[in-house]
């Protein structure tokens, strides 16, 4: 079945610093992969879609130079959180089709802490 | 943009009970899916049921997609059945990067 592998699951960093967080499609081609954000106890948000050789889209009040995802190729994604502040800690996670709108697989999730 | 509202936001059972968790939604849907997000944050993806029904062991999903419903059933729960459950959906014609809306969840405990 589909595999989305997500690094690094835990990361902590301190205030002010850069983060990269990488997402790739194991045993499929993504040209779209989507990143999420959930807060505890809460539902999961879609921050932005992550579009193969061209530019993310991002949802609506997602700051797009805080959040920078690259989508460098068909089975890679990446999101960096720029000067990391204590508000941006959260659990990060992100999601691809390998039949395009038809199924969804997950990674793992990244739980960033910032310090 | 879709709404995704699920029922009960809260579930207590007593292993080996059943329950029957429900999402509605205000749209048309192309994809729904019903997850499992463990302890760890890992979502686990438990059924593809845009319509119809399935059956995996103890789980079960049907789809009444000209009412706009999804109901997931849970039987013999098992305390390893703790956890959020999400209904998630993309709306029918929603365009090409077709985006997954979450419900809020039903947060499952199953004691011993």
């Known amino acids: 079945g589909a595999v989305v592998s997500q690094h690094p699951s835990r990361v902590i960093c301190k205030s002010g610093t850069s983060v990269k967080i990488e997402c790739r499609s194991l045993d499929f081609q993504a040209t779209t992969m989507f990143w999420y954000r959930q807060f505890p106890k809460q539902s999961l948000m879609l921050m932005a879609t992550s579009n193969e050789g061209s530019k993310a889209t991002y949802e609506q009040g997602v700051e797009k130079d805080k959040f920078l995802i690259n989508h460098a190729s068909l089975t890679l994604s990446t999101l960096t959180v720029t000067s990391a502040h204590p508000e941006d800690s959260s659990f990060y996670i992100c999601s691809a089709s390998a039949r395009q709108g038809r199924g969804y697989t997950f990674g793992s999730g990244t739980r960033l802490t910032v310090v | 943009g879709i709404q995704v509202e699920q029922s009960p936001p809260d579930l207590i059972l007593q292993e080996g009970a059943n329950s029957t968790l429900r999402c509605n939604f205000s749209d048309s849907v192309n994809n729904l899916q019903w997850f499992h997000q463990n302890p760890w944050g890992q979502l686990i993806n438990l059924f593809y049921i845009p319509s119809g029904t399935k059956q995996n062991g103890r789980l079960s999903a049907t789809t009444v997609a000209t009412e706009r419903y999804s109901l997931l059933y849970i039987s013999s729960s098992q305390t390893t059945d703790s956890g959020v459950y999400f209904c998630?959906?993309?709306?029918?014609?929603?365009?090409?990067?077709?985006?997954?809306?979450f419900g809020k969840g039903t947060l499952l405990t199953v004691n011993p």
């Open positions: 998630a959906v993309t709306r029918r014609g929603g365009g090409s990067n077709y985006k997954l809306t």
